[in-house]
Each structure stands twice: as structure tokens, then as C-alpha cells.
Antibody
């Protein structure tokens, strides 16, 4: 089955750039959207943004000015780049697959059905 | 932005209890509401999508209901493995999560 594995530096200094990657194994990138979330005690679960295998990207507004998401389709690897980090960016970061499900009343619903195990990022000097 | 408010923030219950968690959206999200379970140190796990449809493999003691702005997740008979944190999530306009409800042992 599909598995996601995040990786990152663990510790980043304030004002530097955070780089994370997420490897997708056991399944195809298409036709899914691939999202990044983070979770911290102060802000809970936050959606950061998503990327589609066709190149469509959407950033959540609070991150838009310093975020870049990319996708290496040949290696099935997602990447996140977050610039000018501060202590407020300390969190567990997750990647997740979005899938579309058929629900009641012939509606279609999107949900995040596969998640990576998360990678902890601490911003500190 | 759509805000999601869960209540309570935590609750204490015993095995066999019926547990209900509520989630309120700041605007009408129709039935675009998902529920997740998160155990300590693990990633969230999808339980319910589209307000009331169980994800494959999720026990039938879990159920969801609601529409518009008010939703609920019910566990009909709490089992030991159900002690966890539960999150609602709207998928009507991108994604927003509730702050979580911790279900603890009484």
C-alpha cells in the first residue's frame, strides 16, 4: 500500500530556510493532490499547502510569502521549502495524500487518507 | 477563512460509554466534513469523510452526522483503543482543522 516518509534536518536556525522532503512509495502520484500540514501545541493542525502531479499548487495564505512546494514526479518525492523561519515554525510536519471518495447523495468528498509519520522541526539558535 | 470549533476540548469516559464530540463551522460547509483520530506520537488517521461515510476498516461503532454548520462524531461503545484525540476537518474550501478533542480514561 502507499506509504509516505518525511525527512528533514530536525533543527533549523532562526531566519534560515527549512527544507523537507516526503517520499511516496507503493503507489502512484496521480490522480491525487499531495498536502503538507504541521502540528504544534500552540496552533494545532494547520494546512500548509498542496501540490498536484500536473503542477497545480495552492499555498495557505499565512505561508504564501515564504513557501515553495515542488514535486519530483520521476522520484515520487515532494519537497517543502519555508524561508525565514522563526520559533513559531517549530512543529511536527506531515505530508499526506488527498483522495476523492464517493459519498452519500452522489456527492464526492476529498479527505486525507494516507499520512506520513511526521518529522519534528525545531527552530532555535 | 472557515474556522472549525470543537467541543469539548477534552472528556473523560469509561470503556463501554457512548461518547459524542461536536464540531461547528463558521459558515455553511454543507456536508464537507471529515473526522480523524490521532494517537500519541502518530499521524492522524481518517475515520469519516463526507460527514457520515466510514473509511474502509473503521469500526461501525463510529458514526458521524450533521450538515451546514453543526456536526457530531459519536462512538457508540468506547473501546480501549479509542482513547485518542479526534479532529474535525472541513473540505468545503481548502482545508481547516478543529483544535481537537482528547478522549481520556475516566
Amino acid at each position: 500500500q502507499v506509504q509516505l516518509q518525511e525527512s528533514g534536518p530536525g533543527l533549523v536556525k532562526p531566519s534560515e530556510t527549512l527544507y523537507l522532503s516526503c517520499n511516496v512509495s507503493g503507489g502512484s502520484l496521480s490522480p491525487h493532490y499531495w498536502s503538507w500540514m504541521r502540528q504544534s501545541p500552540g496552533k494545532g493542525l494547520e494546512w500548509i499547502g498542496y501540490i498536484h502531479h500536473t503542477g497545480t499548487i495552492k499555498y495557505n495564505a499565512p505561508f504564501e510569502s515564504r513557501l515553495t512546494l515542488s514535486l519530483d514526479t520521476s522520484n515520487k518525492q515532494l519537497s517543502l521549502r519555508l524561508r525565514s523561519v522563526t520559533a513559531a515554525d517549530t512543529a511536527v510536519y506531515y505530508c499526506a495524500r488527498e483522495s476523492r471518495f464517493s459519498g452519500r447523495s452522489a456527492n464526492f468528498y476529498d479527505a486525507m487518507d494516507v499520512w506520513g509519520q511526521g518529522t519534528t522541526v525545531t527552530v532555535s539558535s | 477563512d472557515i474556522q472549525m470549533i470543537q467541543s469539548p476540548s477534552s472528556l473523560s469516559a469509561s470503556v463501554g460509554d457512548r461518547v459524542t464530540i461536536t464540531c461547528r463551522a463558521s459558515q455553511n460547509i454543507r456536508t464537507y466534513l471529515n473526522w480523524y483520530q490521532q494517537k500519541s506520537g502518530k499521524a492522524p488517521k481518517l475515520l469519516i469523510y463526507g460527514t457520515s461515510s466510514l473509511q474502509t476498516g473503521v469500526p461501525s461503532r463510529f458514526s458521524g452526522s450533521g450538515s451546514g454548520t453543526d456536526f457530531s462524531l459519536t462512538i457508540s461503545s468506547l473501546q480501549p483503543e479509542d482513547f485518542a484525540v479526534y479532529f474535525c476537518q472541513q473540505s468545503y474550501h481548502y482545508w481547516t482543522f478543529g483544535q481537537g478533542t482528547k478522549v481520556e480514561v475516566k
